[in-house]
């Protein structure tokens, strides 16, 4: 196998700057700026983030999720069940992460996760396409099975049990939203020396603004 000099690999971030003269007073309208800006430059999933949970006992874990909306939070959905949704019941700090690498961009989000409300779970679920509705239904998710088969055998016996009926939301299965007290934009710049600034929240809609060392 040839060797890979990983320690080599590496960008000279150019693309962009940041100061605090540069951002809006609100993190969630300075987000919306840059989210907006990634969907304009077509980056594939700009929806797509990190989201890092703490179990009981201490240990982080971290995966892949979709933003699917934002306004005083950020929500996703997922399962209640899932190990993400274990260690948000017993620890509901959280963080959520986005690196857009083409644009030299990343935004940190730390804060308390709670629960959407059941009727706003309700109508995301209902505009799911069929097949991701019957998916919520099949998968325990984070639950170890014996082999695909088992997930392939339930969808088609629940594909036969809903039939063309509606098909409700499962109860295990719905929206969360991070209320943010942190949260952070970095972007990248040349020998390393990155812009990063902080929004640190003080009191409703109130927010401390400071440039952080790279």
């Not at 998710?141 to 997930?151: G, K, T």
């Not at 809903?162 to 972007?187: A, S």
Request: hydrophobic letters at 35%; a negative charge; aromatic letters at 12%.
């Amino acid at each position: 196998m040839a060797q890979i000099d990983i320690a080599a690999l590496r960008e000279n971030y150019s693309k962009g700057s940041l100061d605090v003269q540069d951002v809006n007073i609100s993190p969630i309208e300075q987000f919306h700026k840059w989210f907006h800006e990634a969907i304009e430059s077509k980056l594939p999933e700009p929806n797509a983030m990190v989201i890092s949970t703490i179990s009981n006992d201490g240990k982080p874990s971290a995966r892949v999720v979709l933003l699917k909306g934002f306004d005083t939070g950020f929500t996703f959905f997922t399962n209640y069940l899932s190990r993400k949704g274990t260690e948000l019941a017993e620890n509901p700090n959280a963080c959520i992460t986005f690196f857009w690498v083409e644009l030299e961009r990343q935004v940190r989000i730390e804060g308390i996760i709670e629960k959407v409300t059941a009727e706003e779970s309700d109508a995301y679920f209902q505009s799911r396409p069929i097949g991701s509705q019957i998916g919520a239904w099949v998968s325990n998710q984070s639950m170890v099975i014996d082999n695909r088969e088992v997930l392939e055998e339930r969808e088609q016996y629940l594909k036969d049990k809903f039939g063309d009926n509606p098909i409700p939301r499962p109860p295990h299965w719905g929206g969360y939203r991070l209320i943010p007290n942190y949260v952070e934009f970095w972007q990248g710049r040349p020998s390393r020396l990155h812009d990063r600034i902080a929004y640190t929240k003080l009191e409703e809609h109130t927010w401390k603004i400071e440039r952080l060392s790279p």
